[in-house]
């Protein structure tokens, strides 16, 4: 369906009556992650979204971290965040913008709300303080601060702000409604003594905001016309409000909550993504079986097949969990319309041509579909390489079953002969260590001589011209479907083969070229890209994936 056939979401919906109400002239959205953890795919929805409505509308959408919690952020994750947006094809209006640039400003705005009344010093303890909150059935009660001076509010957060106080003797609350059915508004927190250096402002502050203080009024700065975020901040939405309306903000931004994106067989939680790096589950933020963006990217995933998922996603105002398969279909699809094609053997054994002259150099398509991208050349000699599993000495096999080597029959190479198998060699174990086999003449690109009919065309690379080649085979990180569902503990449902290593692969002579990340089709196996990490002289692929959804359910 082309973009313009697509039904408009909910969001869509409101963008185009704000914009023809003339509530709203230019859409501005932002995307706002915590700096504490790598992007998985879940924020690529996000990202895609909120990049993809400003692009839609002829607006501009921000880049914003949302640094507010200064002992779980880091600077390695503001890199990459910003690596991996760009990567996917984004790019943020102006500057990278920071919570703690506004830092100055939300404590004039703190300080103007206990001028106007509507907020103190609170000095109750966690015990108190939740005793006083009441229940989801039950109010609150009033804070025995509740009603202190302005003045002296306003001294107590000075002296929070100077380091004078212990982190946890006080806080400063908004003075809402202890009574109120939603919990958000029962006098919420503002800011919390934290004496924790921060990864932008050092040791500046003793005070942080908490989320509900800061993120609205981020918003109203930066004249953000459409503030989007998942659903579980609903609830919040009415304080979201509150301080827009009880303060002299620039702009009255609003929220707007969508269902999150959750895929079965992973996890999509930057503290849980983190356990997994922490233990030595996985080989980094970046392993290719992590749902991260820098993991998806390893693993071969192009930015496009991304985006392309991203968009075939509903925009909701429901949860929902989205089958792996779905995000599968837009690997492949694009990968099939795009990757070169190669040949590598996963498994190799040796075979030799009785009858081949002298070597030669035959050709292939790049890409079957795109005769732009030209040939690519395959050397061939008189010793070649095929998969173990290609060969077999059953000759009882039926045709229809093994459409490949048997002894005494033929087979076509892609892109070569037609060649038929005559002996097979074992060592002592009874392994086969090599097969002795014949060319057909003249059968490159023609059809065999009556009588002679190949099973099949298997795949194969040139001994005498090839390279040697590790291959990592990926699966699923998890074998449950809901890993972390209910009371389950995902680290109990890591399925332990979701990495396997071949070694001693061997690949056709061209891959000695291959380019980190950028995938080739391995004919008859697979997607598969050079790994990124520096292996030294050693060729390292990934597998982005095999060519047919081969899942057991
Ligand atoms: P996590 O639990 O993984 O830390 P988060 O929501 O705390 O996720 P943030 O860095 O705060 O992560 O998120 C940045 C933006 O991405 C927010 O607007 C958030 O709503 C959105 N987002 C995060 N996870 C998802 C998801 N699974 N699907 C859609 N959007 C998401
Ligand atoms: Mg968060």
Known sequence: MSDDAKPLNFIQQIIEKDLAEGKVSKVVTR??????????????????????????????????????????????????????????????????????????????????????????????NAEQTRAYRGTLTEPGKNSPHRDRPVEESLALLEAMRNGDKEEGSMVLRAKIDMASPNMNLRDPVMYRIRKASHHRTGDKWNIYPAYDFAHGQEDAIEGISHSICTLEFAANRPLYDWFIENLPVPSEPHQYEFGRLNINYTVTSKRKLKNLVDDGHVDGWDDPRMPTISGLRRRGVTPAAIRNFCDSLAVAKTDGIVDMAQFEFFIREDLNDNAPRAMCVLDPVKLVFSNADAAETLSAPTHPNKPELGERSLPFSSEIYIDRADFSEDTTLSRKKFKRLVLGEYVRLRGAYVIKADEVIKNEQGEVTELRCSIVPGTVGENPPEGIRPRGVIHWVDANDCIDCEVRLYDRLFNEAAPDSGDKNYLDHINPDSLKVLTGCKGEAGLKAAVAEHTYQFEREGYFCRDSKDHGDKLVFNRTIGLKDNWKK
Not at 43 to 52: D, V
């Open 31 to 124: 995307f706002p992650p915590e700096p504490n953890g790598y992007l998985h795919i879940g924020h690529a929805k996000s990202i895609c979204l909120n990049f993809g409505l400003a692009q839609q509308y002829g607006g501009v959408c921000n880049l914003r971290f949302d640094d507010t919690n200064p002992e779980k952020e880091e600077q390695e994750y503001v890199d990459a965040i910003k690596e991996n947006v760009r990567w996917l094809g984004f790019d943020w209006d102006g500057e990278v913008r920071f919570a703690s640039d506004y830092f100055d400003q939300f404590y004039e705005w703190a300080k103007y709300l206990i001028t106007e009344g509507k907020a103190y010093v609170c000095e109750l």
